[in-house]
């Protein structure tokens, strides 16, 4: 039998982002073939990852960043089974190493992204060998990513929940994108704008205004007048440059934006919450 050395674990380690024990047990089944070690970590992550195919993946990790030059923000979400592993510092790394390929390489979807190399593996294999260190059924679930002159993107602590927000020019304060961003998070909106909001919410709000009304007692000639009330209530409090600015409720945030520049407005965001 092949006596396996320090220096090769920790090699293969590197290589895979497994567990000191497993590398050293993928080596000394494999007789110190790299190649062959590598292919007994994914096939013993596939292995438990079958065993485990029935259980929910709910907790995890999510990231969000944006290219060196800003113009392009990417969003990854890698599940586990526990918050405990979810901390983990080197789970978290994982997943930041997944979010640097996808900023760095531009894949078009999930599958894609899940081909891509991580190290010297697909990320998919990557995946499945840190299934088979870590022992719970992990899932990278997520990606997304949006375009625009400037990207800001904000994840807050612990790694629950992530944004990104496009602007339609270059930020002349950063402090800015970040804002938005933050309040993208806080505040969950479902639109930009009321434009923006989808034809079944608006007509949805609409309804749930009229039956709110008739339930109050209110005539049946006031209903829609009534109705309208609300929904721009509703556009105010759920629509992104409508809503209060959360560090200082006296302006929303399209006139916090003007404040910066008269012509700068959100083109596009995303939010990402595991406890959504």
């Known amino acids: 039998m092949a006596e396996i050395s320090a220096g090769e674990v920790a090699k293969l380690r590197k290589i895979t982002g497994a567990g000191l024990m497993d590398c050293r047990e993928a080596l000394t089944h494999s007789g110190g073939d790299f190649d062959g070690a590598i292919e007994f970590l994914r096939k013993k992550g596939q292995k438990i990852a079958n065993k485990r195919s029935d259980r929910e993946a709910r ?14 923000g990417v969003m990854v979400v890698l599940n586990c089974e526990t918050d405990f592993v979810a901390k983990n510092e080197e789970f978290v790394a994982f997943t930041t190493s997944i979010l640097k390929v996808a900023i760095e390489k531009n894949p078009a979807s999930l599958t894609d992204l899940l081909a891509l190399p991580v190290g010297n593996v697909s990320i998919s294999d990557a995946i499945a060998s840190k299934i088979g260190a870590i022992g719970e059924k992990l899932e990278l679930s997520y990606y997304d990513k949006i375009e625009a002159t400037q990207v800001a993107f904000y994840i807050h602590a612990g790694n629950k929940i992530a944004t990104l927000v496009g602007f339609n020019k270059n ?16 505040m969950s909106p479902v639109a930009i704008d009321k434009d923006d909001c989808p034809k ?39 629509t992104l440059l409508n809503q209060e600015f959360v560090k200082d409720n006296t302006m929303n945030i399209r006139q916090y934006l003007q404040k910066s520049d008269k012509d700068l407005t959100v083109t596009a965001f995303r939010r990402f919450s595991l406890n959504a």
């Open 59 to 72: 907790e995890g990790c999510v990231l969000a960043g944006v290219t060196p030059d800003g113009k392009r």
């Open 171 to 186: 930020l002349t304060d950063n402090q800015v994108g970040k804002d938005v961003a933050m309040q993208v998070c806080a």
């Open 200 to 238: 079944e919410v608006v007509e949805k709000e609409i309804e749930i205004g009229r039956d709110l009304a008739r339930q109050e007692g209110k005539p049946e000639a006031m209903l829609e007048k009534i109705a309208m009330g609300k929904l721009q209530k509703f556009f105010n409090e759920s």
